[in-house]
């Protein structure tokens, strides 16, 4: 009896020491997490950012964006320029004759910023570029000037324009344009593919800039005053596109020209406010009209 008393005694001896270990052990490693320079402060300094409003949880490396859509921006932003319309400022002291002498040659000073539109680089030779664009962008201009990636000015002139597609060709004289824009077949294009728009909304003040969104609809009959009333096949999306995105380019993911931003709805018969519907000339169209 006696032997059996002294064995469980020599058990629960072991087992108090055991869990006496395991509290000291224990004990030792949350006081040397909590110490300053430990290494689990330094670790959580690294996870986390401690300011008046709470902590806020920050990546412990910086973030680098390889998304495609960046991509496609940096493949196509040099190929697309601001395209200004210059006219000759009239005043009713001029007469009724200033009205009509706005197309005929005049000092380039006495000129004011019609409209702005956007354009797109399809040709580059050694000393001229060729750009499309919408005919309604430089519709009555006196004179046309274009604005590239970099803020540089330069003239162009007008190659051909035909207002029932909406489009228009002009040249450049600089050899300061050293990328010219890749075109798809629009004929390839899907409903529902991610597409963005880019171009000059308001102007060259926000030259360059990009929208996402889908192609709401692959082929749209659609009747507008920027083509003379003709019917016309067009790439609805919903990418938006403001005043100023005409004759910019709607690209796909690979950074290629699917269109040429021609035209939106804002409201409809009934005075309906509309969003989201963007209409652009299908590329092929626009290959034709350059003669590619």
């Not at 006219?87 to 019609?114: M, R």
């Not at 004929?187 to 003040?205: N, R, W």
Request: charged share 15%.
């Amino acid at each position: 009896m006696m032997k059996n008393e002294i064995s469980m005694l020599r058990r629960h001896i072991r087992i108090v020491l055991v869990l006496l270990l395991a509290f000291v052990v224990g004990g030792a490693v949350v006081m040397a997490s909590a110490l300053p320079n430990s290494w689990y402060q330094n670790r959580l300094a690294k996870a986390t950012h401690t300011n008046a409003a709470g902590i806020t949880t920050v990546a412990p490396v910086a973030y680098v964006s390889n998304s495609k859509a960046k991509q496609a921006f940096d493949n196509m932003k040099d190929a697309v320029v601001t395209v200004q319309n210059l006219q000759k400022s009239a005043s009713l002291s001029d007469g009724a004759d200033a009205f009509d002498s706005q197309n005929k040659s005049t000092q380039e000073s006495s000129y004011d910023t019609a409209s702005e539109g956007s354009g797109v680089v399809v040709d580059i030779n050694k000393k001229s570029a060729d750009i499309v664009t919408n005919a309604h962008v430089i519709q009555n201009s006196a004179s046309i000037q274009v604005i590239d990636a970099n803020g540089d000015k330069v003239n162009a002139k007008l190659i051909r324009s035909d207002s029932s597609q909406d489009l228009a060709l002009i040249r450049v004289s600089s050899s300061h344009f050293k990328k010219a824009a890749k075109f798809a077949d629009s004929d390839k294009v899907k409903t529902g593919q991610a597409v963005m728009a880019l171009g000059s909304p308001l102007g060259a003040a926000y030259q360059s800039t990009m929208t996402k969104g889908i192609v709401s609809s692959a082929k749209r009959s659609l009747v507008s005053t920027e083509t003379n009333n003709h019917q016309v096949t067009v790439i609805q999306t919903d990418a938006a596109i403001n005043q100023g995105n005409s004759g910019g380019a709607l690209i796909n993911e690979s950074g290629q020209v699917i269109g040429i931003a021609s035209s939106k709805i804002t409201a409809s018969a009934q005075n309906t406010n509309i969003e989201g519907m963007g209409f652009a000339i299908p590329s092929n169209q626009v290959l034709a009209f350059i003669g590619k």
